[in-house]
């Protein structure tokens, strides 16, 4: 990471502070760049909401947040958190094309003490931490109260929801500012497992040579969670899973995969590769895809009694390009499922012809069974990372009897490496203005298309029962090779 000794006083505004995704993820990730010293000398942060808070009563909740979500202010010096906090402010009573509320008030009076006397020197960040819906008006109300000078601006996903309010979206956002200055948060592009995915197939030859249908039988991109929705229940029943993960999270790691060796690392290779890997996504048709809903999601307060929005959704998606051509791309998400998992994962092909017997060849007294998908290689990219291999060895001791053995790096162990949570990296990119790690609008126009079936209603909703692995429909779409987890 680069400190941030050359970055401008920055204030950083951000709208959607009380929520859920600000206590869980952007608040904490702000104390530990305070702790870990990745903050420009000079910073303020100012939330933002609708309703009236004072600074101390914003601070309050920050503690009691990062008390929940950690890094807990306690474990570490008083000082820091007493620094950090001095730091943070509140603008209440919202804020629209109308009426500001607090914010303008409040913006002026940062870049005044950040300033030492220019208050045009200081780098405004605006990150918008709110229901996408939203997105439009905040942006407008930003160019009505002359914010966006000086400032780069941070969405949240999903950018739309639809290919109409996508374009829509876009249009009101390139009105006001410019691309150079836009990034469109996908947190799974930060986590350190998927910068992985490149470093391992573009300088490891065994891999790089792999890495398509010939050698690839089957990609699965599987994160079931065990987690609820009742704590963003009105958010989440208008959102559902297709919207939530599919075709943001998961459509991103499926391009890092897809995607043709970019010309270079810059930013803007990277995010070409990726988004030219969108724009060869076969639109999902009704047969690609499976949605479900838990059963008594429609019992939970501020879900509806007829709710139909989806909690779960299993996808099978091709990718139309010589590399990847019939291999079918596997996505599965879910809530209150079985288990909790960010697995990505290439099942390697059977050797054909050799002195093992492949599956489909099982039985046949003249050689040693090939066990079923035992040959994968895993990202997981939850936590802190790790990748994992796994083999087809010769049981020890015994003749000519295979076994399967997993051998792991966990990214955390790694010596002289310090693996940091996306949001971390994200937030600290957005400071320094690297946006490798962000989407661009030609990666995300094709994203609509591409959803087909998964958005257009045409897959029925069917239930299945918390704590599961989702509706059994979901299985056949995996068929031959299987999901890779739930041993299924
Ligand atoms: N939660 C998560 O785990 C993640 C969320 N995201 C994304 O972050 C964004 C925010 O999500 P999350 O925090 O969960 O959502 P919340 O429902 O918690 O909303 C965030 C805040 O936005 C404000 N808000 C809500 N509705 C409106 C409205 N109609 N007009 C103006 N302000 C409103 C509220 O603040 P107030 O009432 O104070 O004005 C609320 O606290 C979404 O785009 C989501 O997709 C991305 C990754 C993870
Ligand atoms: O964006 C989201 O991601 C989380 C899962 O990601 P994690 O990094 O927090 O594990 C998901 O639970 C949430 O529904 C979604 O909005």
Redesign the pocket.
Known sequence: MTDQGDTPPTVFVLFGASGDLAA??VLPAFFRLAQEKLLPAQWQLIGSGRRQLSDDDFRDHVHEKLTEFGPKPEDGPREVWDEFASRLHFAGNGFTADDPGELVDKVAQAEQELGDGDPSSVQRVHYLGLPPTTFEAYTEALAAHDLVERSRVVYE?PFGTSLESFRSLDEAVHRVYDESVIYRID??LG?EATQQLRALRFANGLFGSSWDRHHVAAVQID?P?T?DVADRAEF?DETGAVL??LV??LFQVAAEIAMEPPKSLAADDIAQARADAVKAFRPLTTDDVVRGQFDGYRDIDEVADDSDTETFVAARMFVDTDRWRDVPFLMRTGKMMAESH?KVSLVMRDPQGGPYCAPDEAGNPDCADIPRRGNVVRFDL?GDGELGISMNIELPGSASALTTQWTTISLHDVHGGDPLP?YVRLIHDILLGDRTLFTRPDGLEEVWEAAGAALDGSAEIRPYERGSWGPSEALRLAEPVGWTLGDQ
Do not use: C
């Open positions: 869980r993820l996903k947190h799974f986590k994160v969670e987690l989440y939530d993960m943001t999270h960010q939850s996306p």
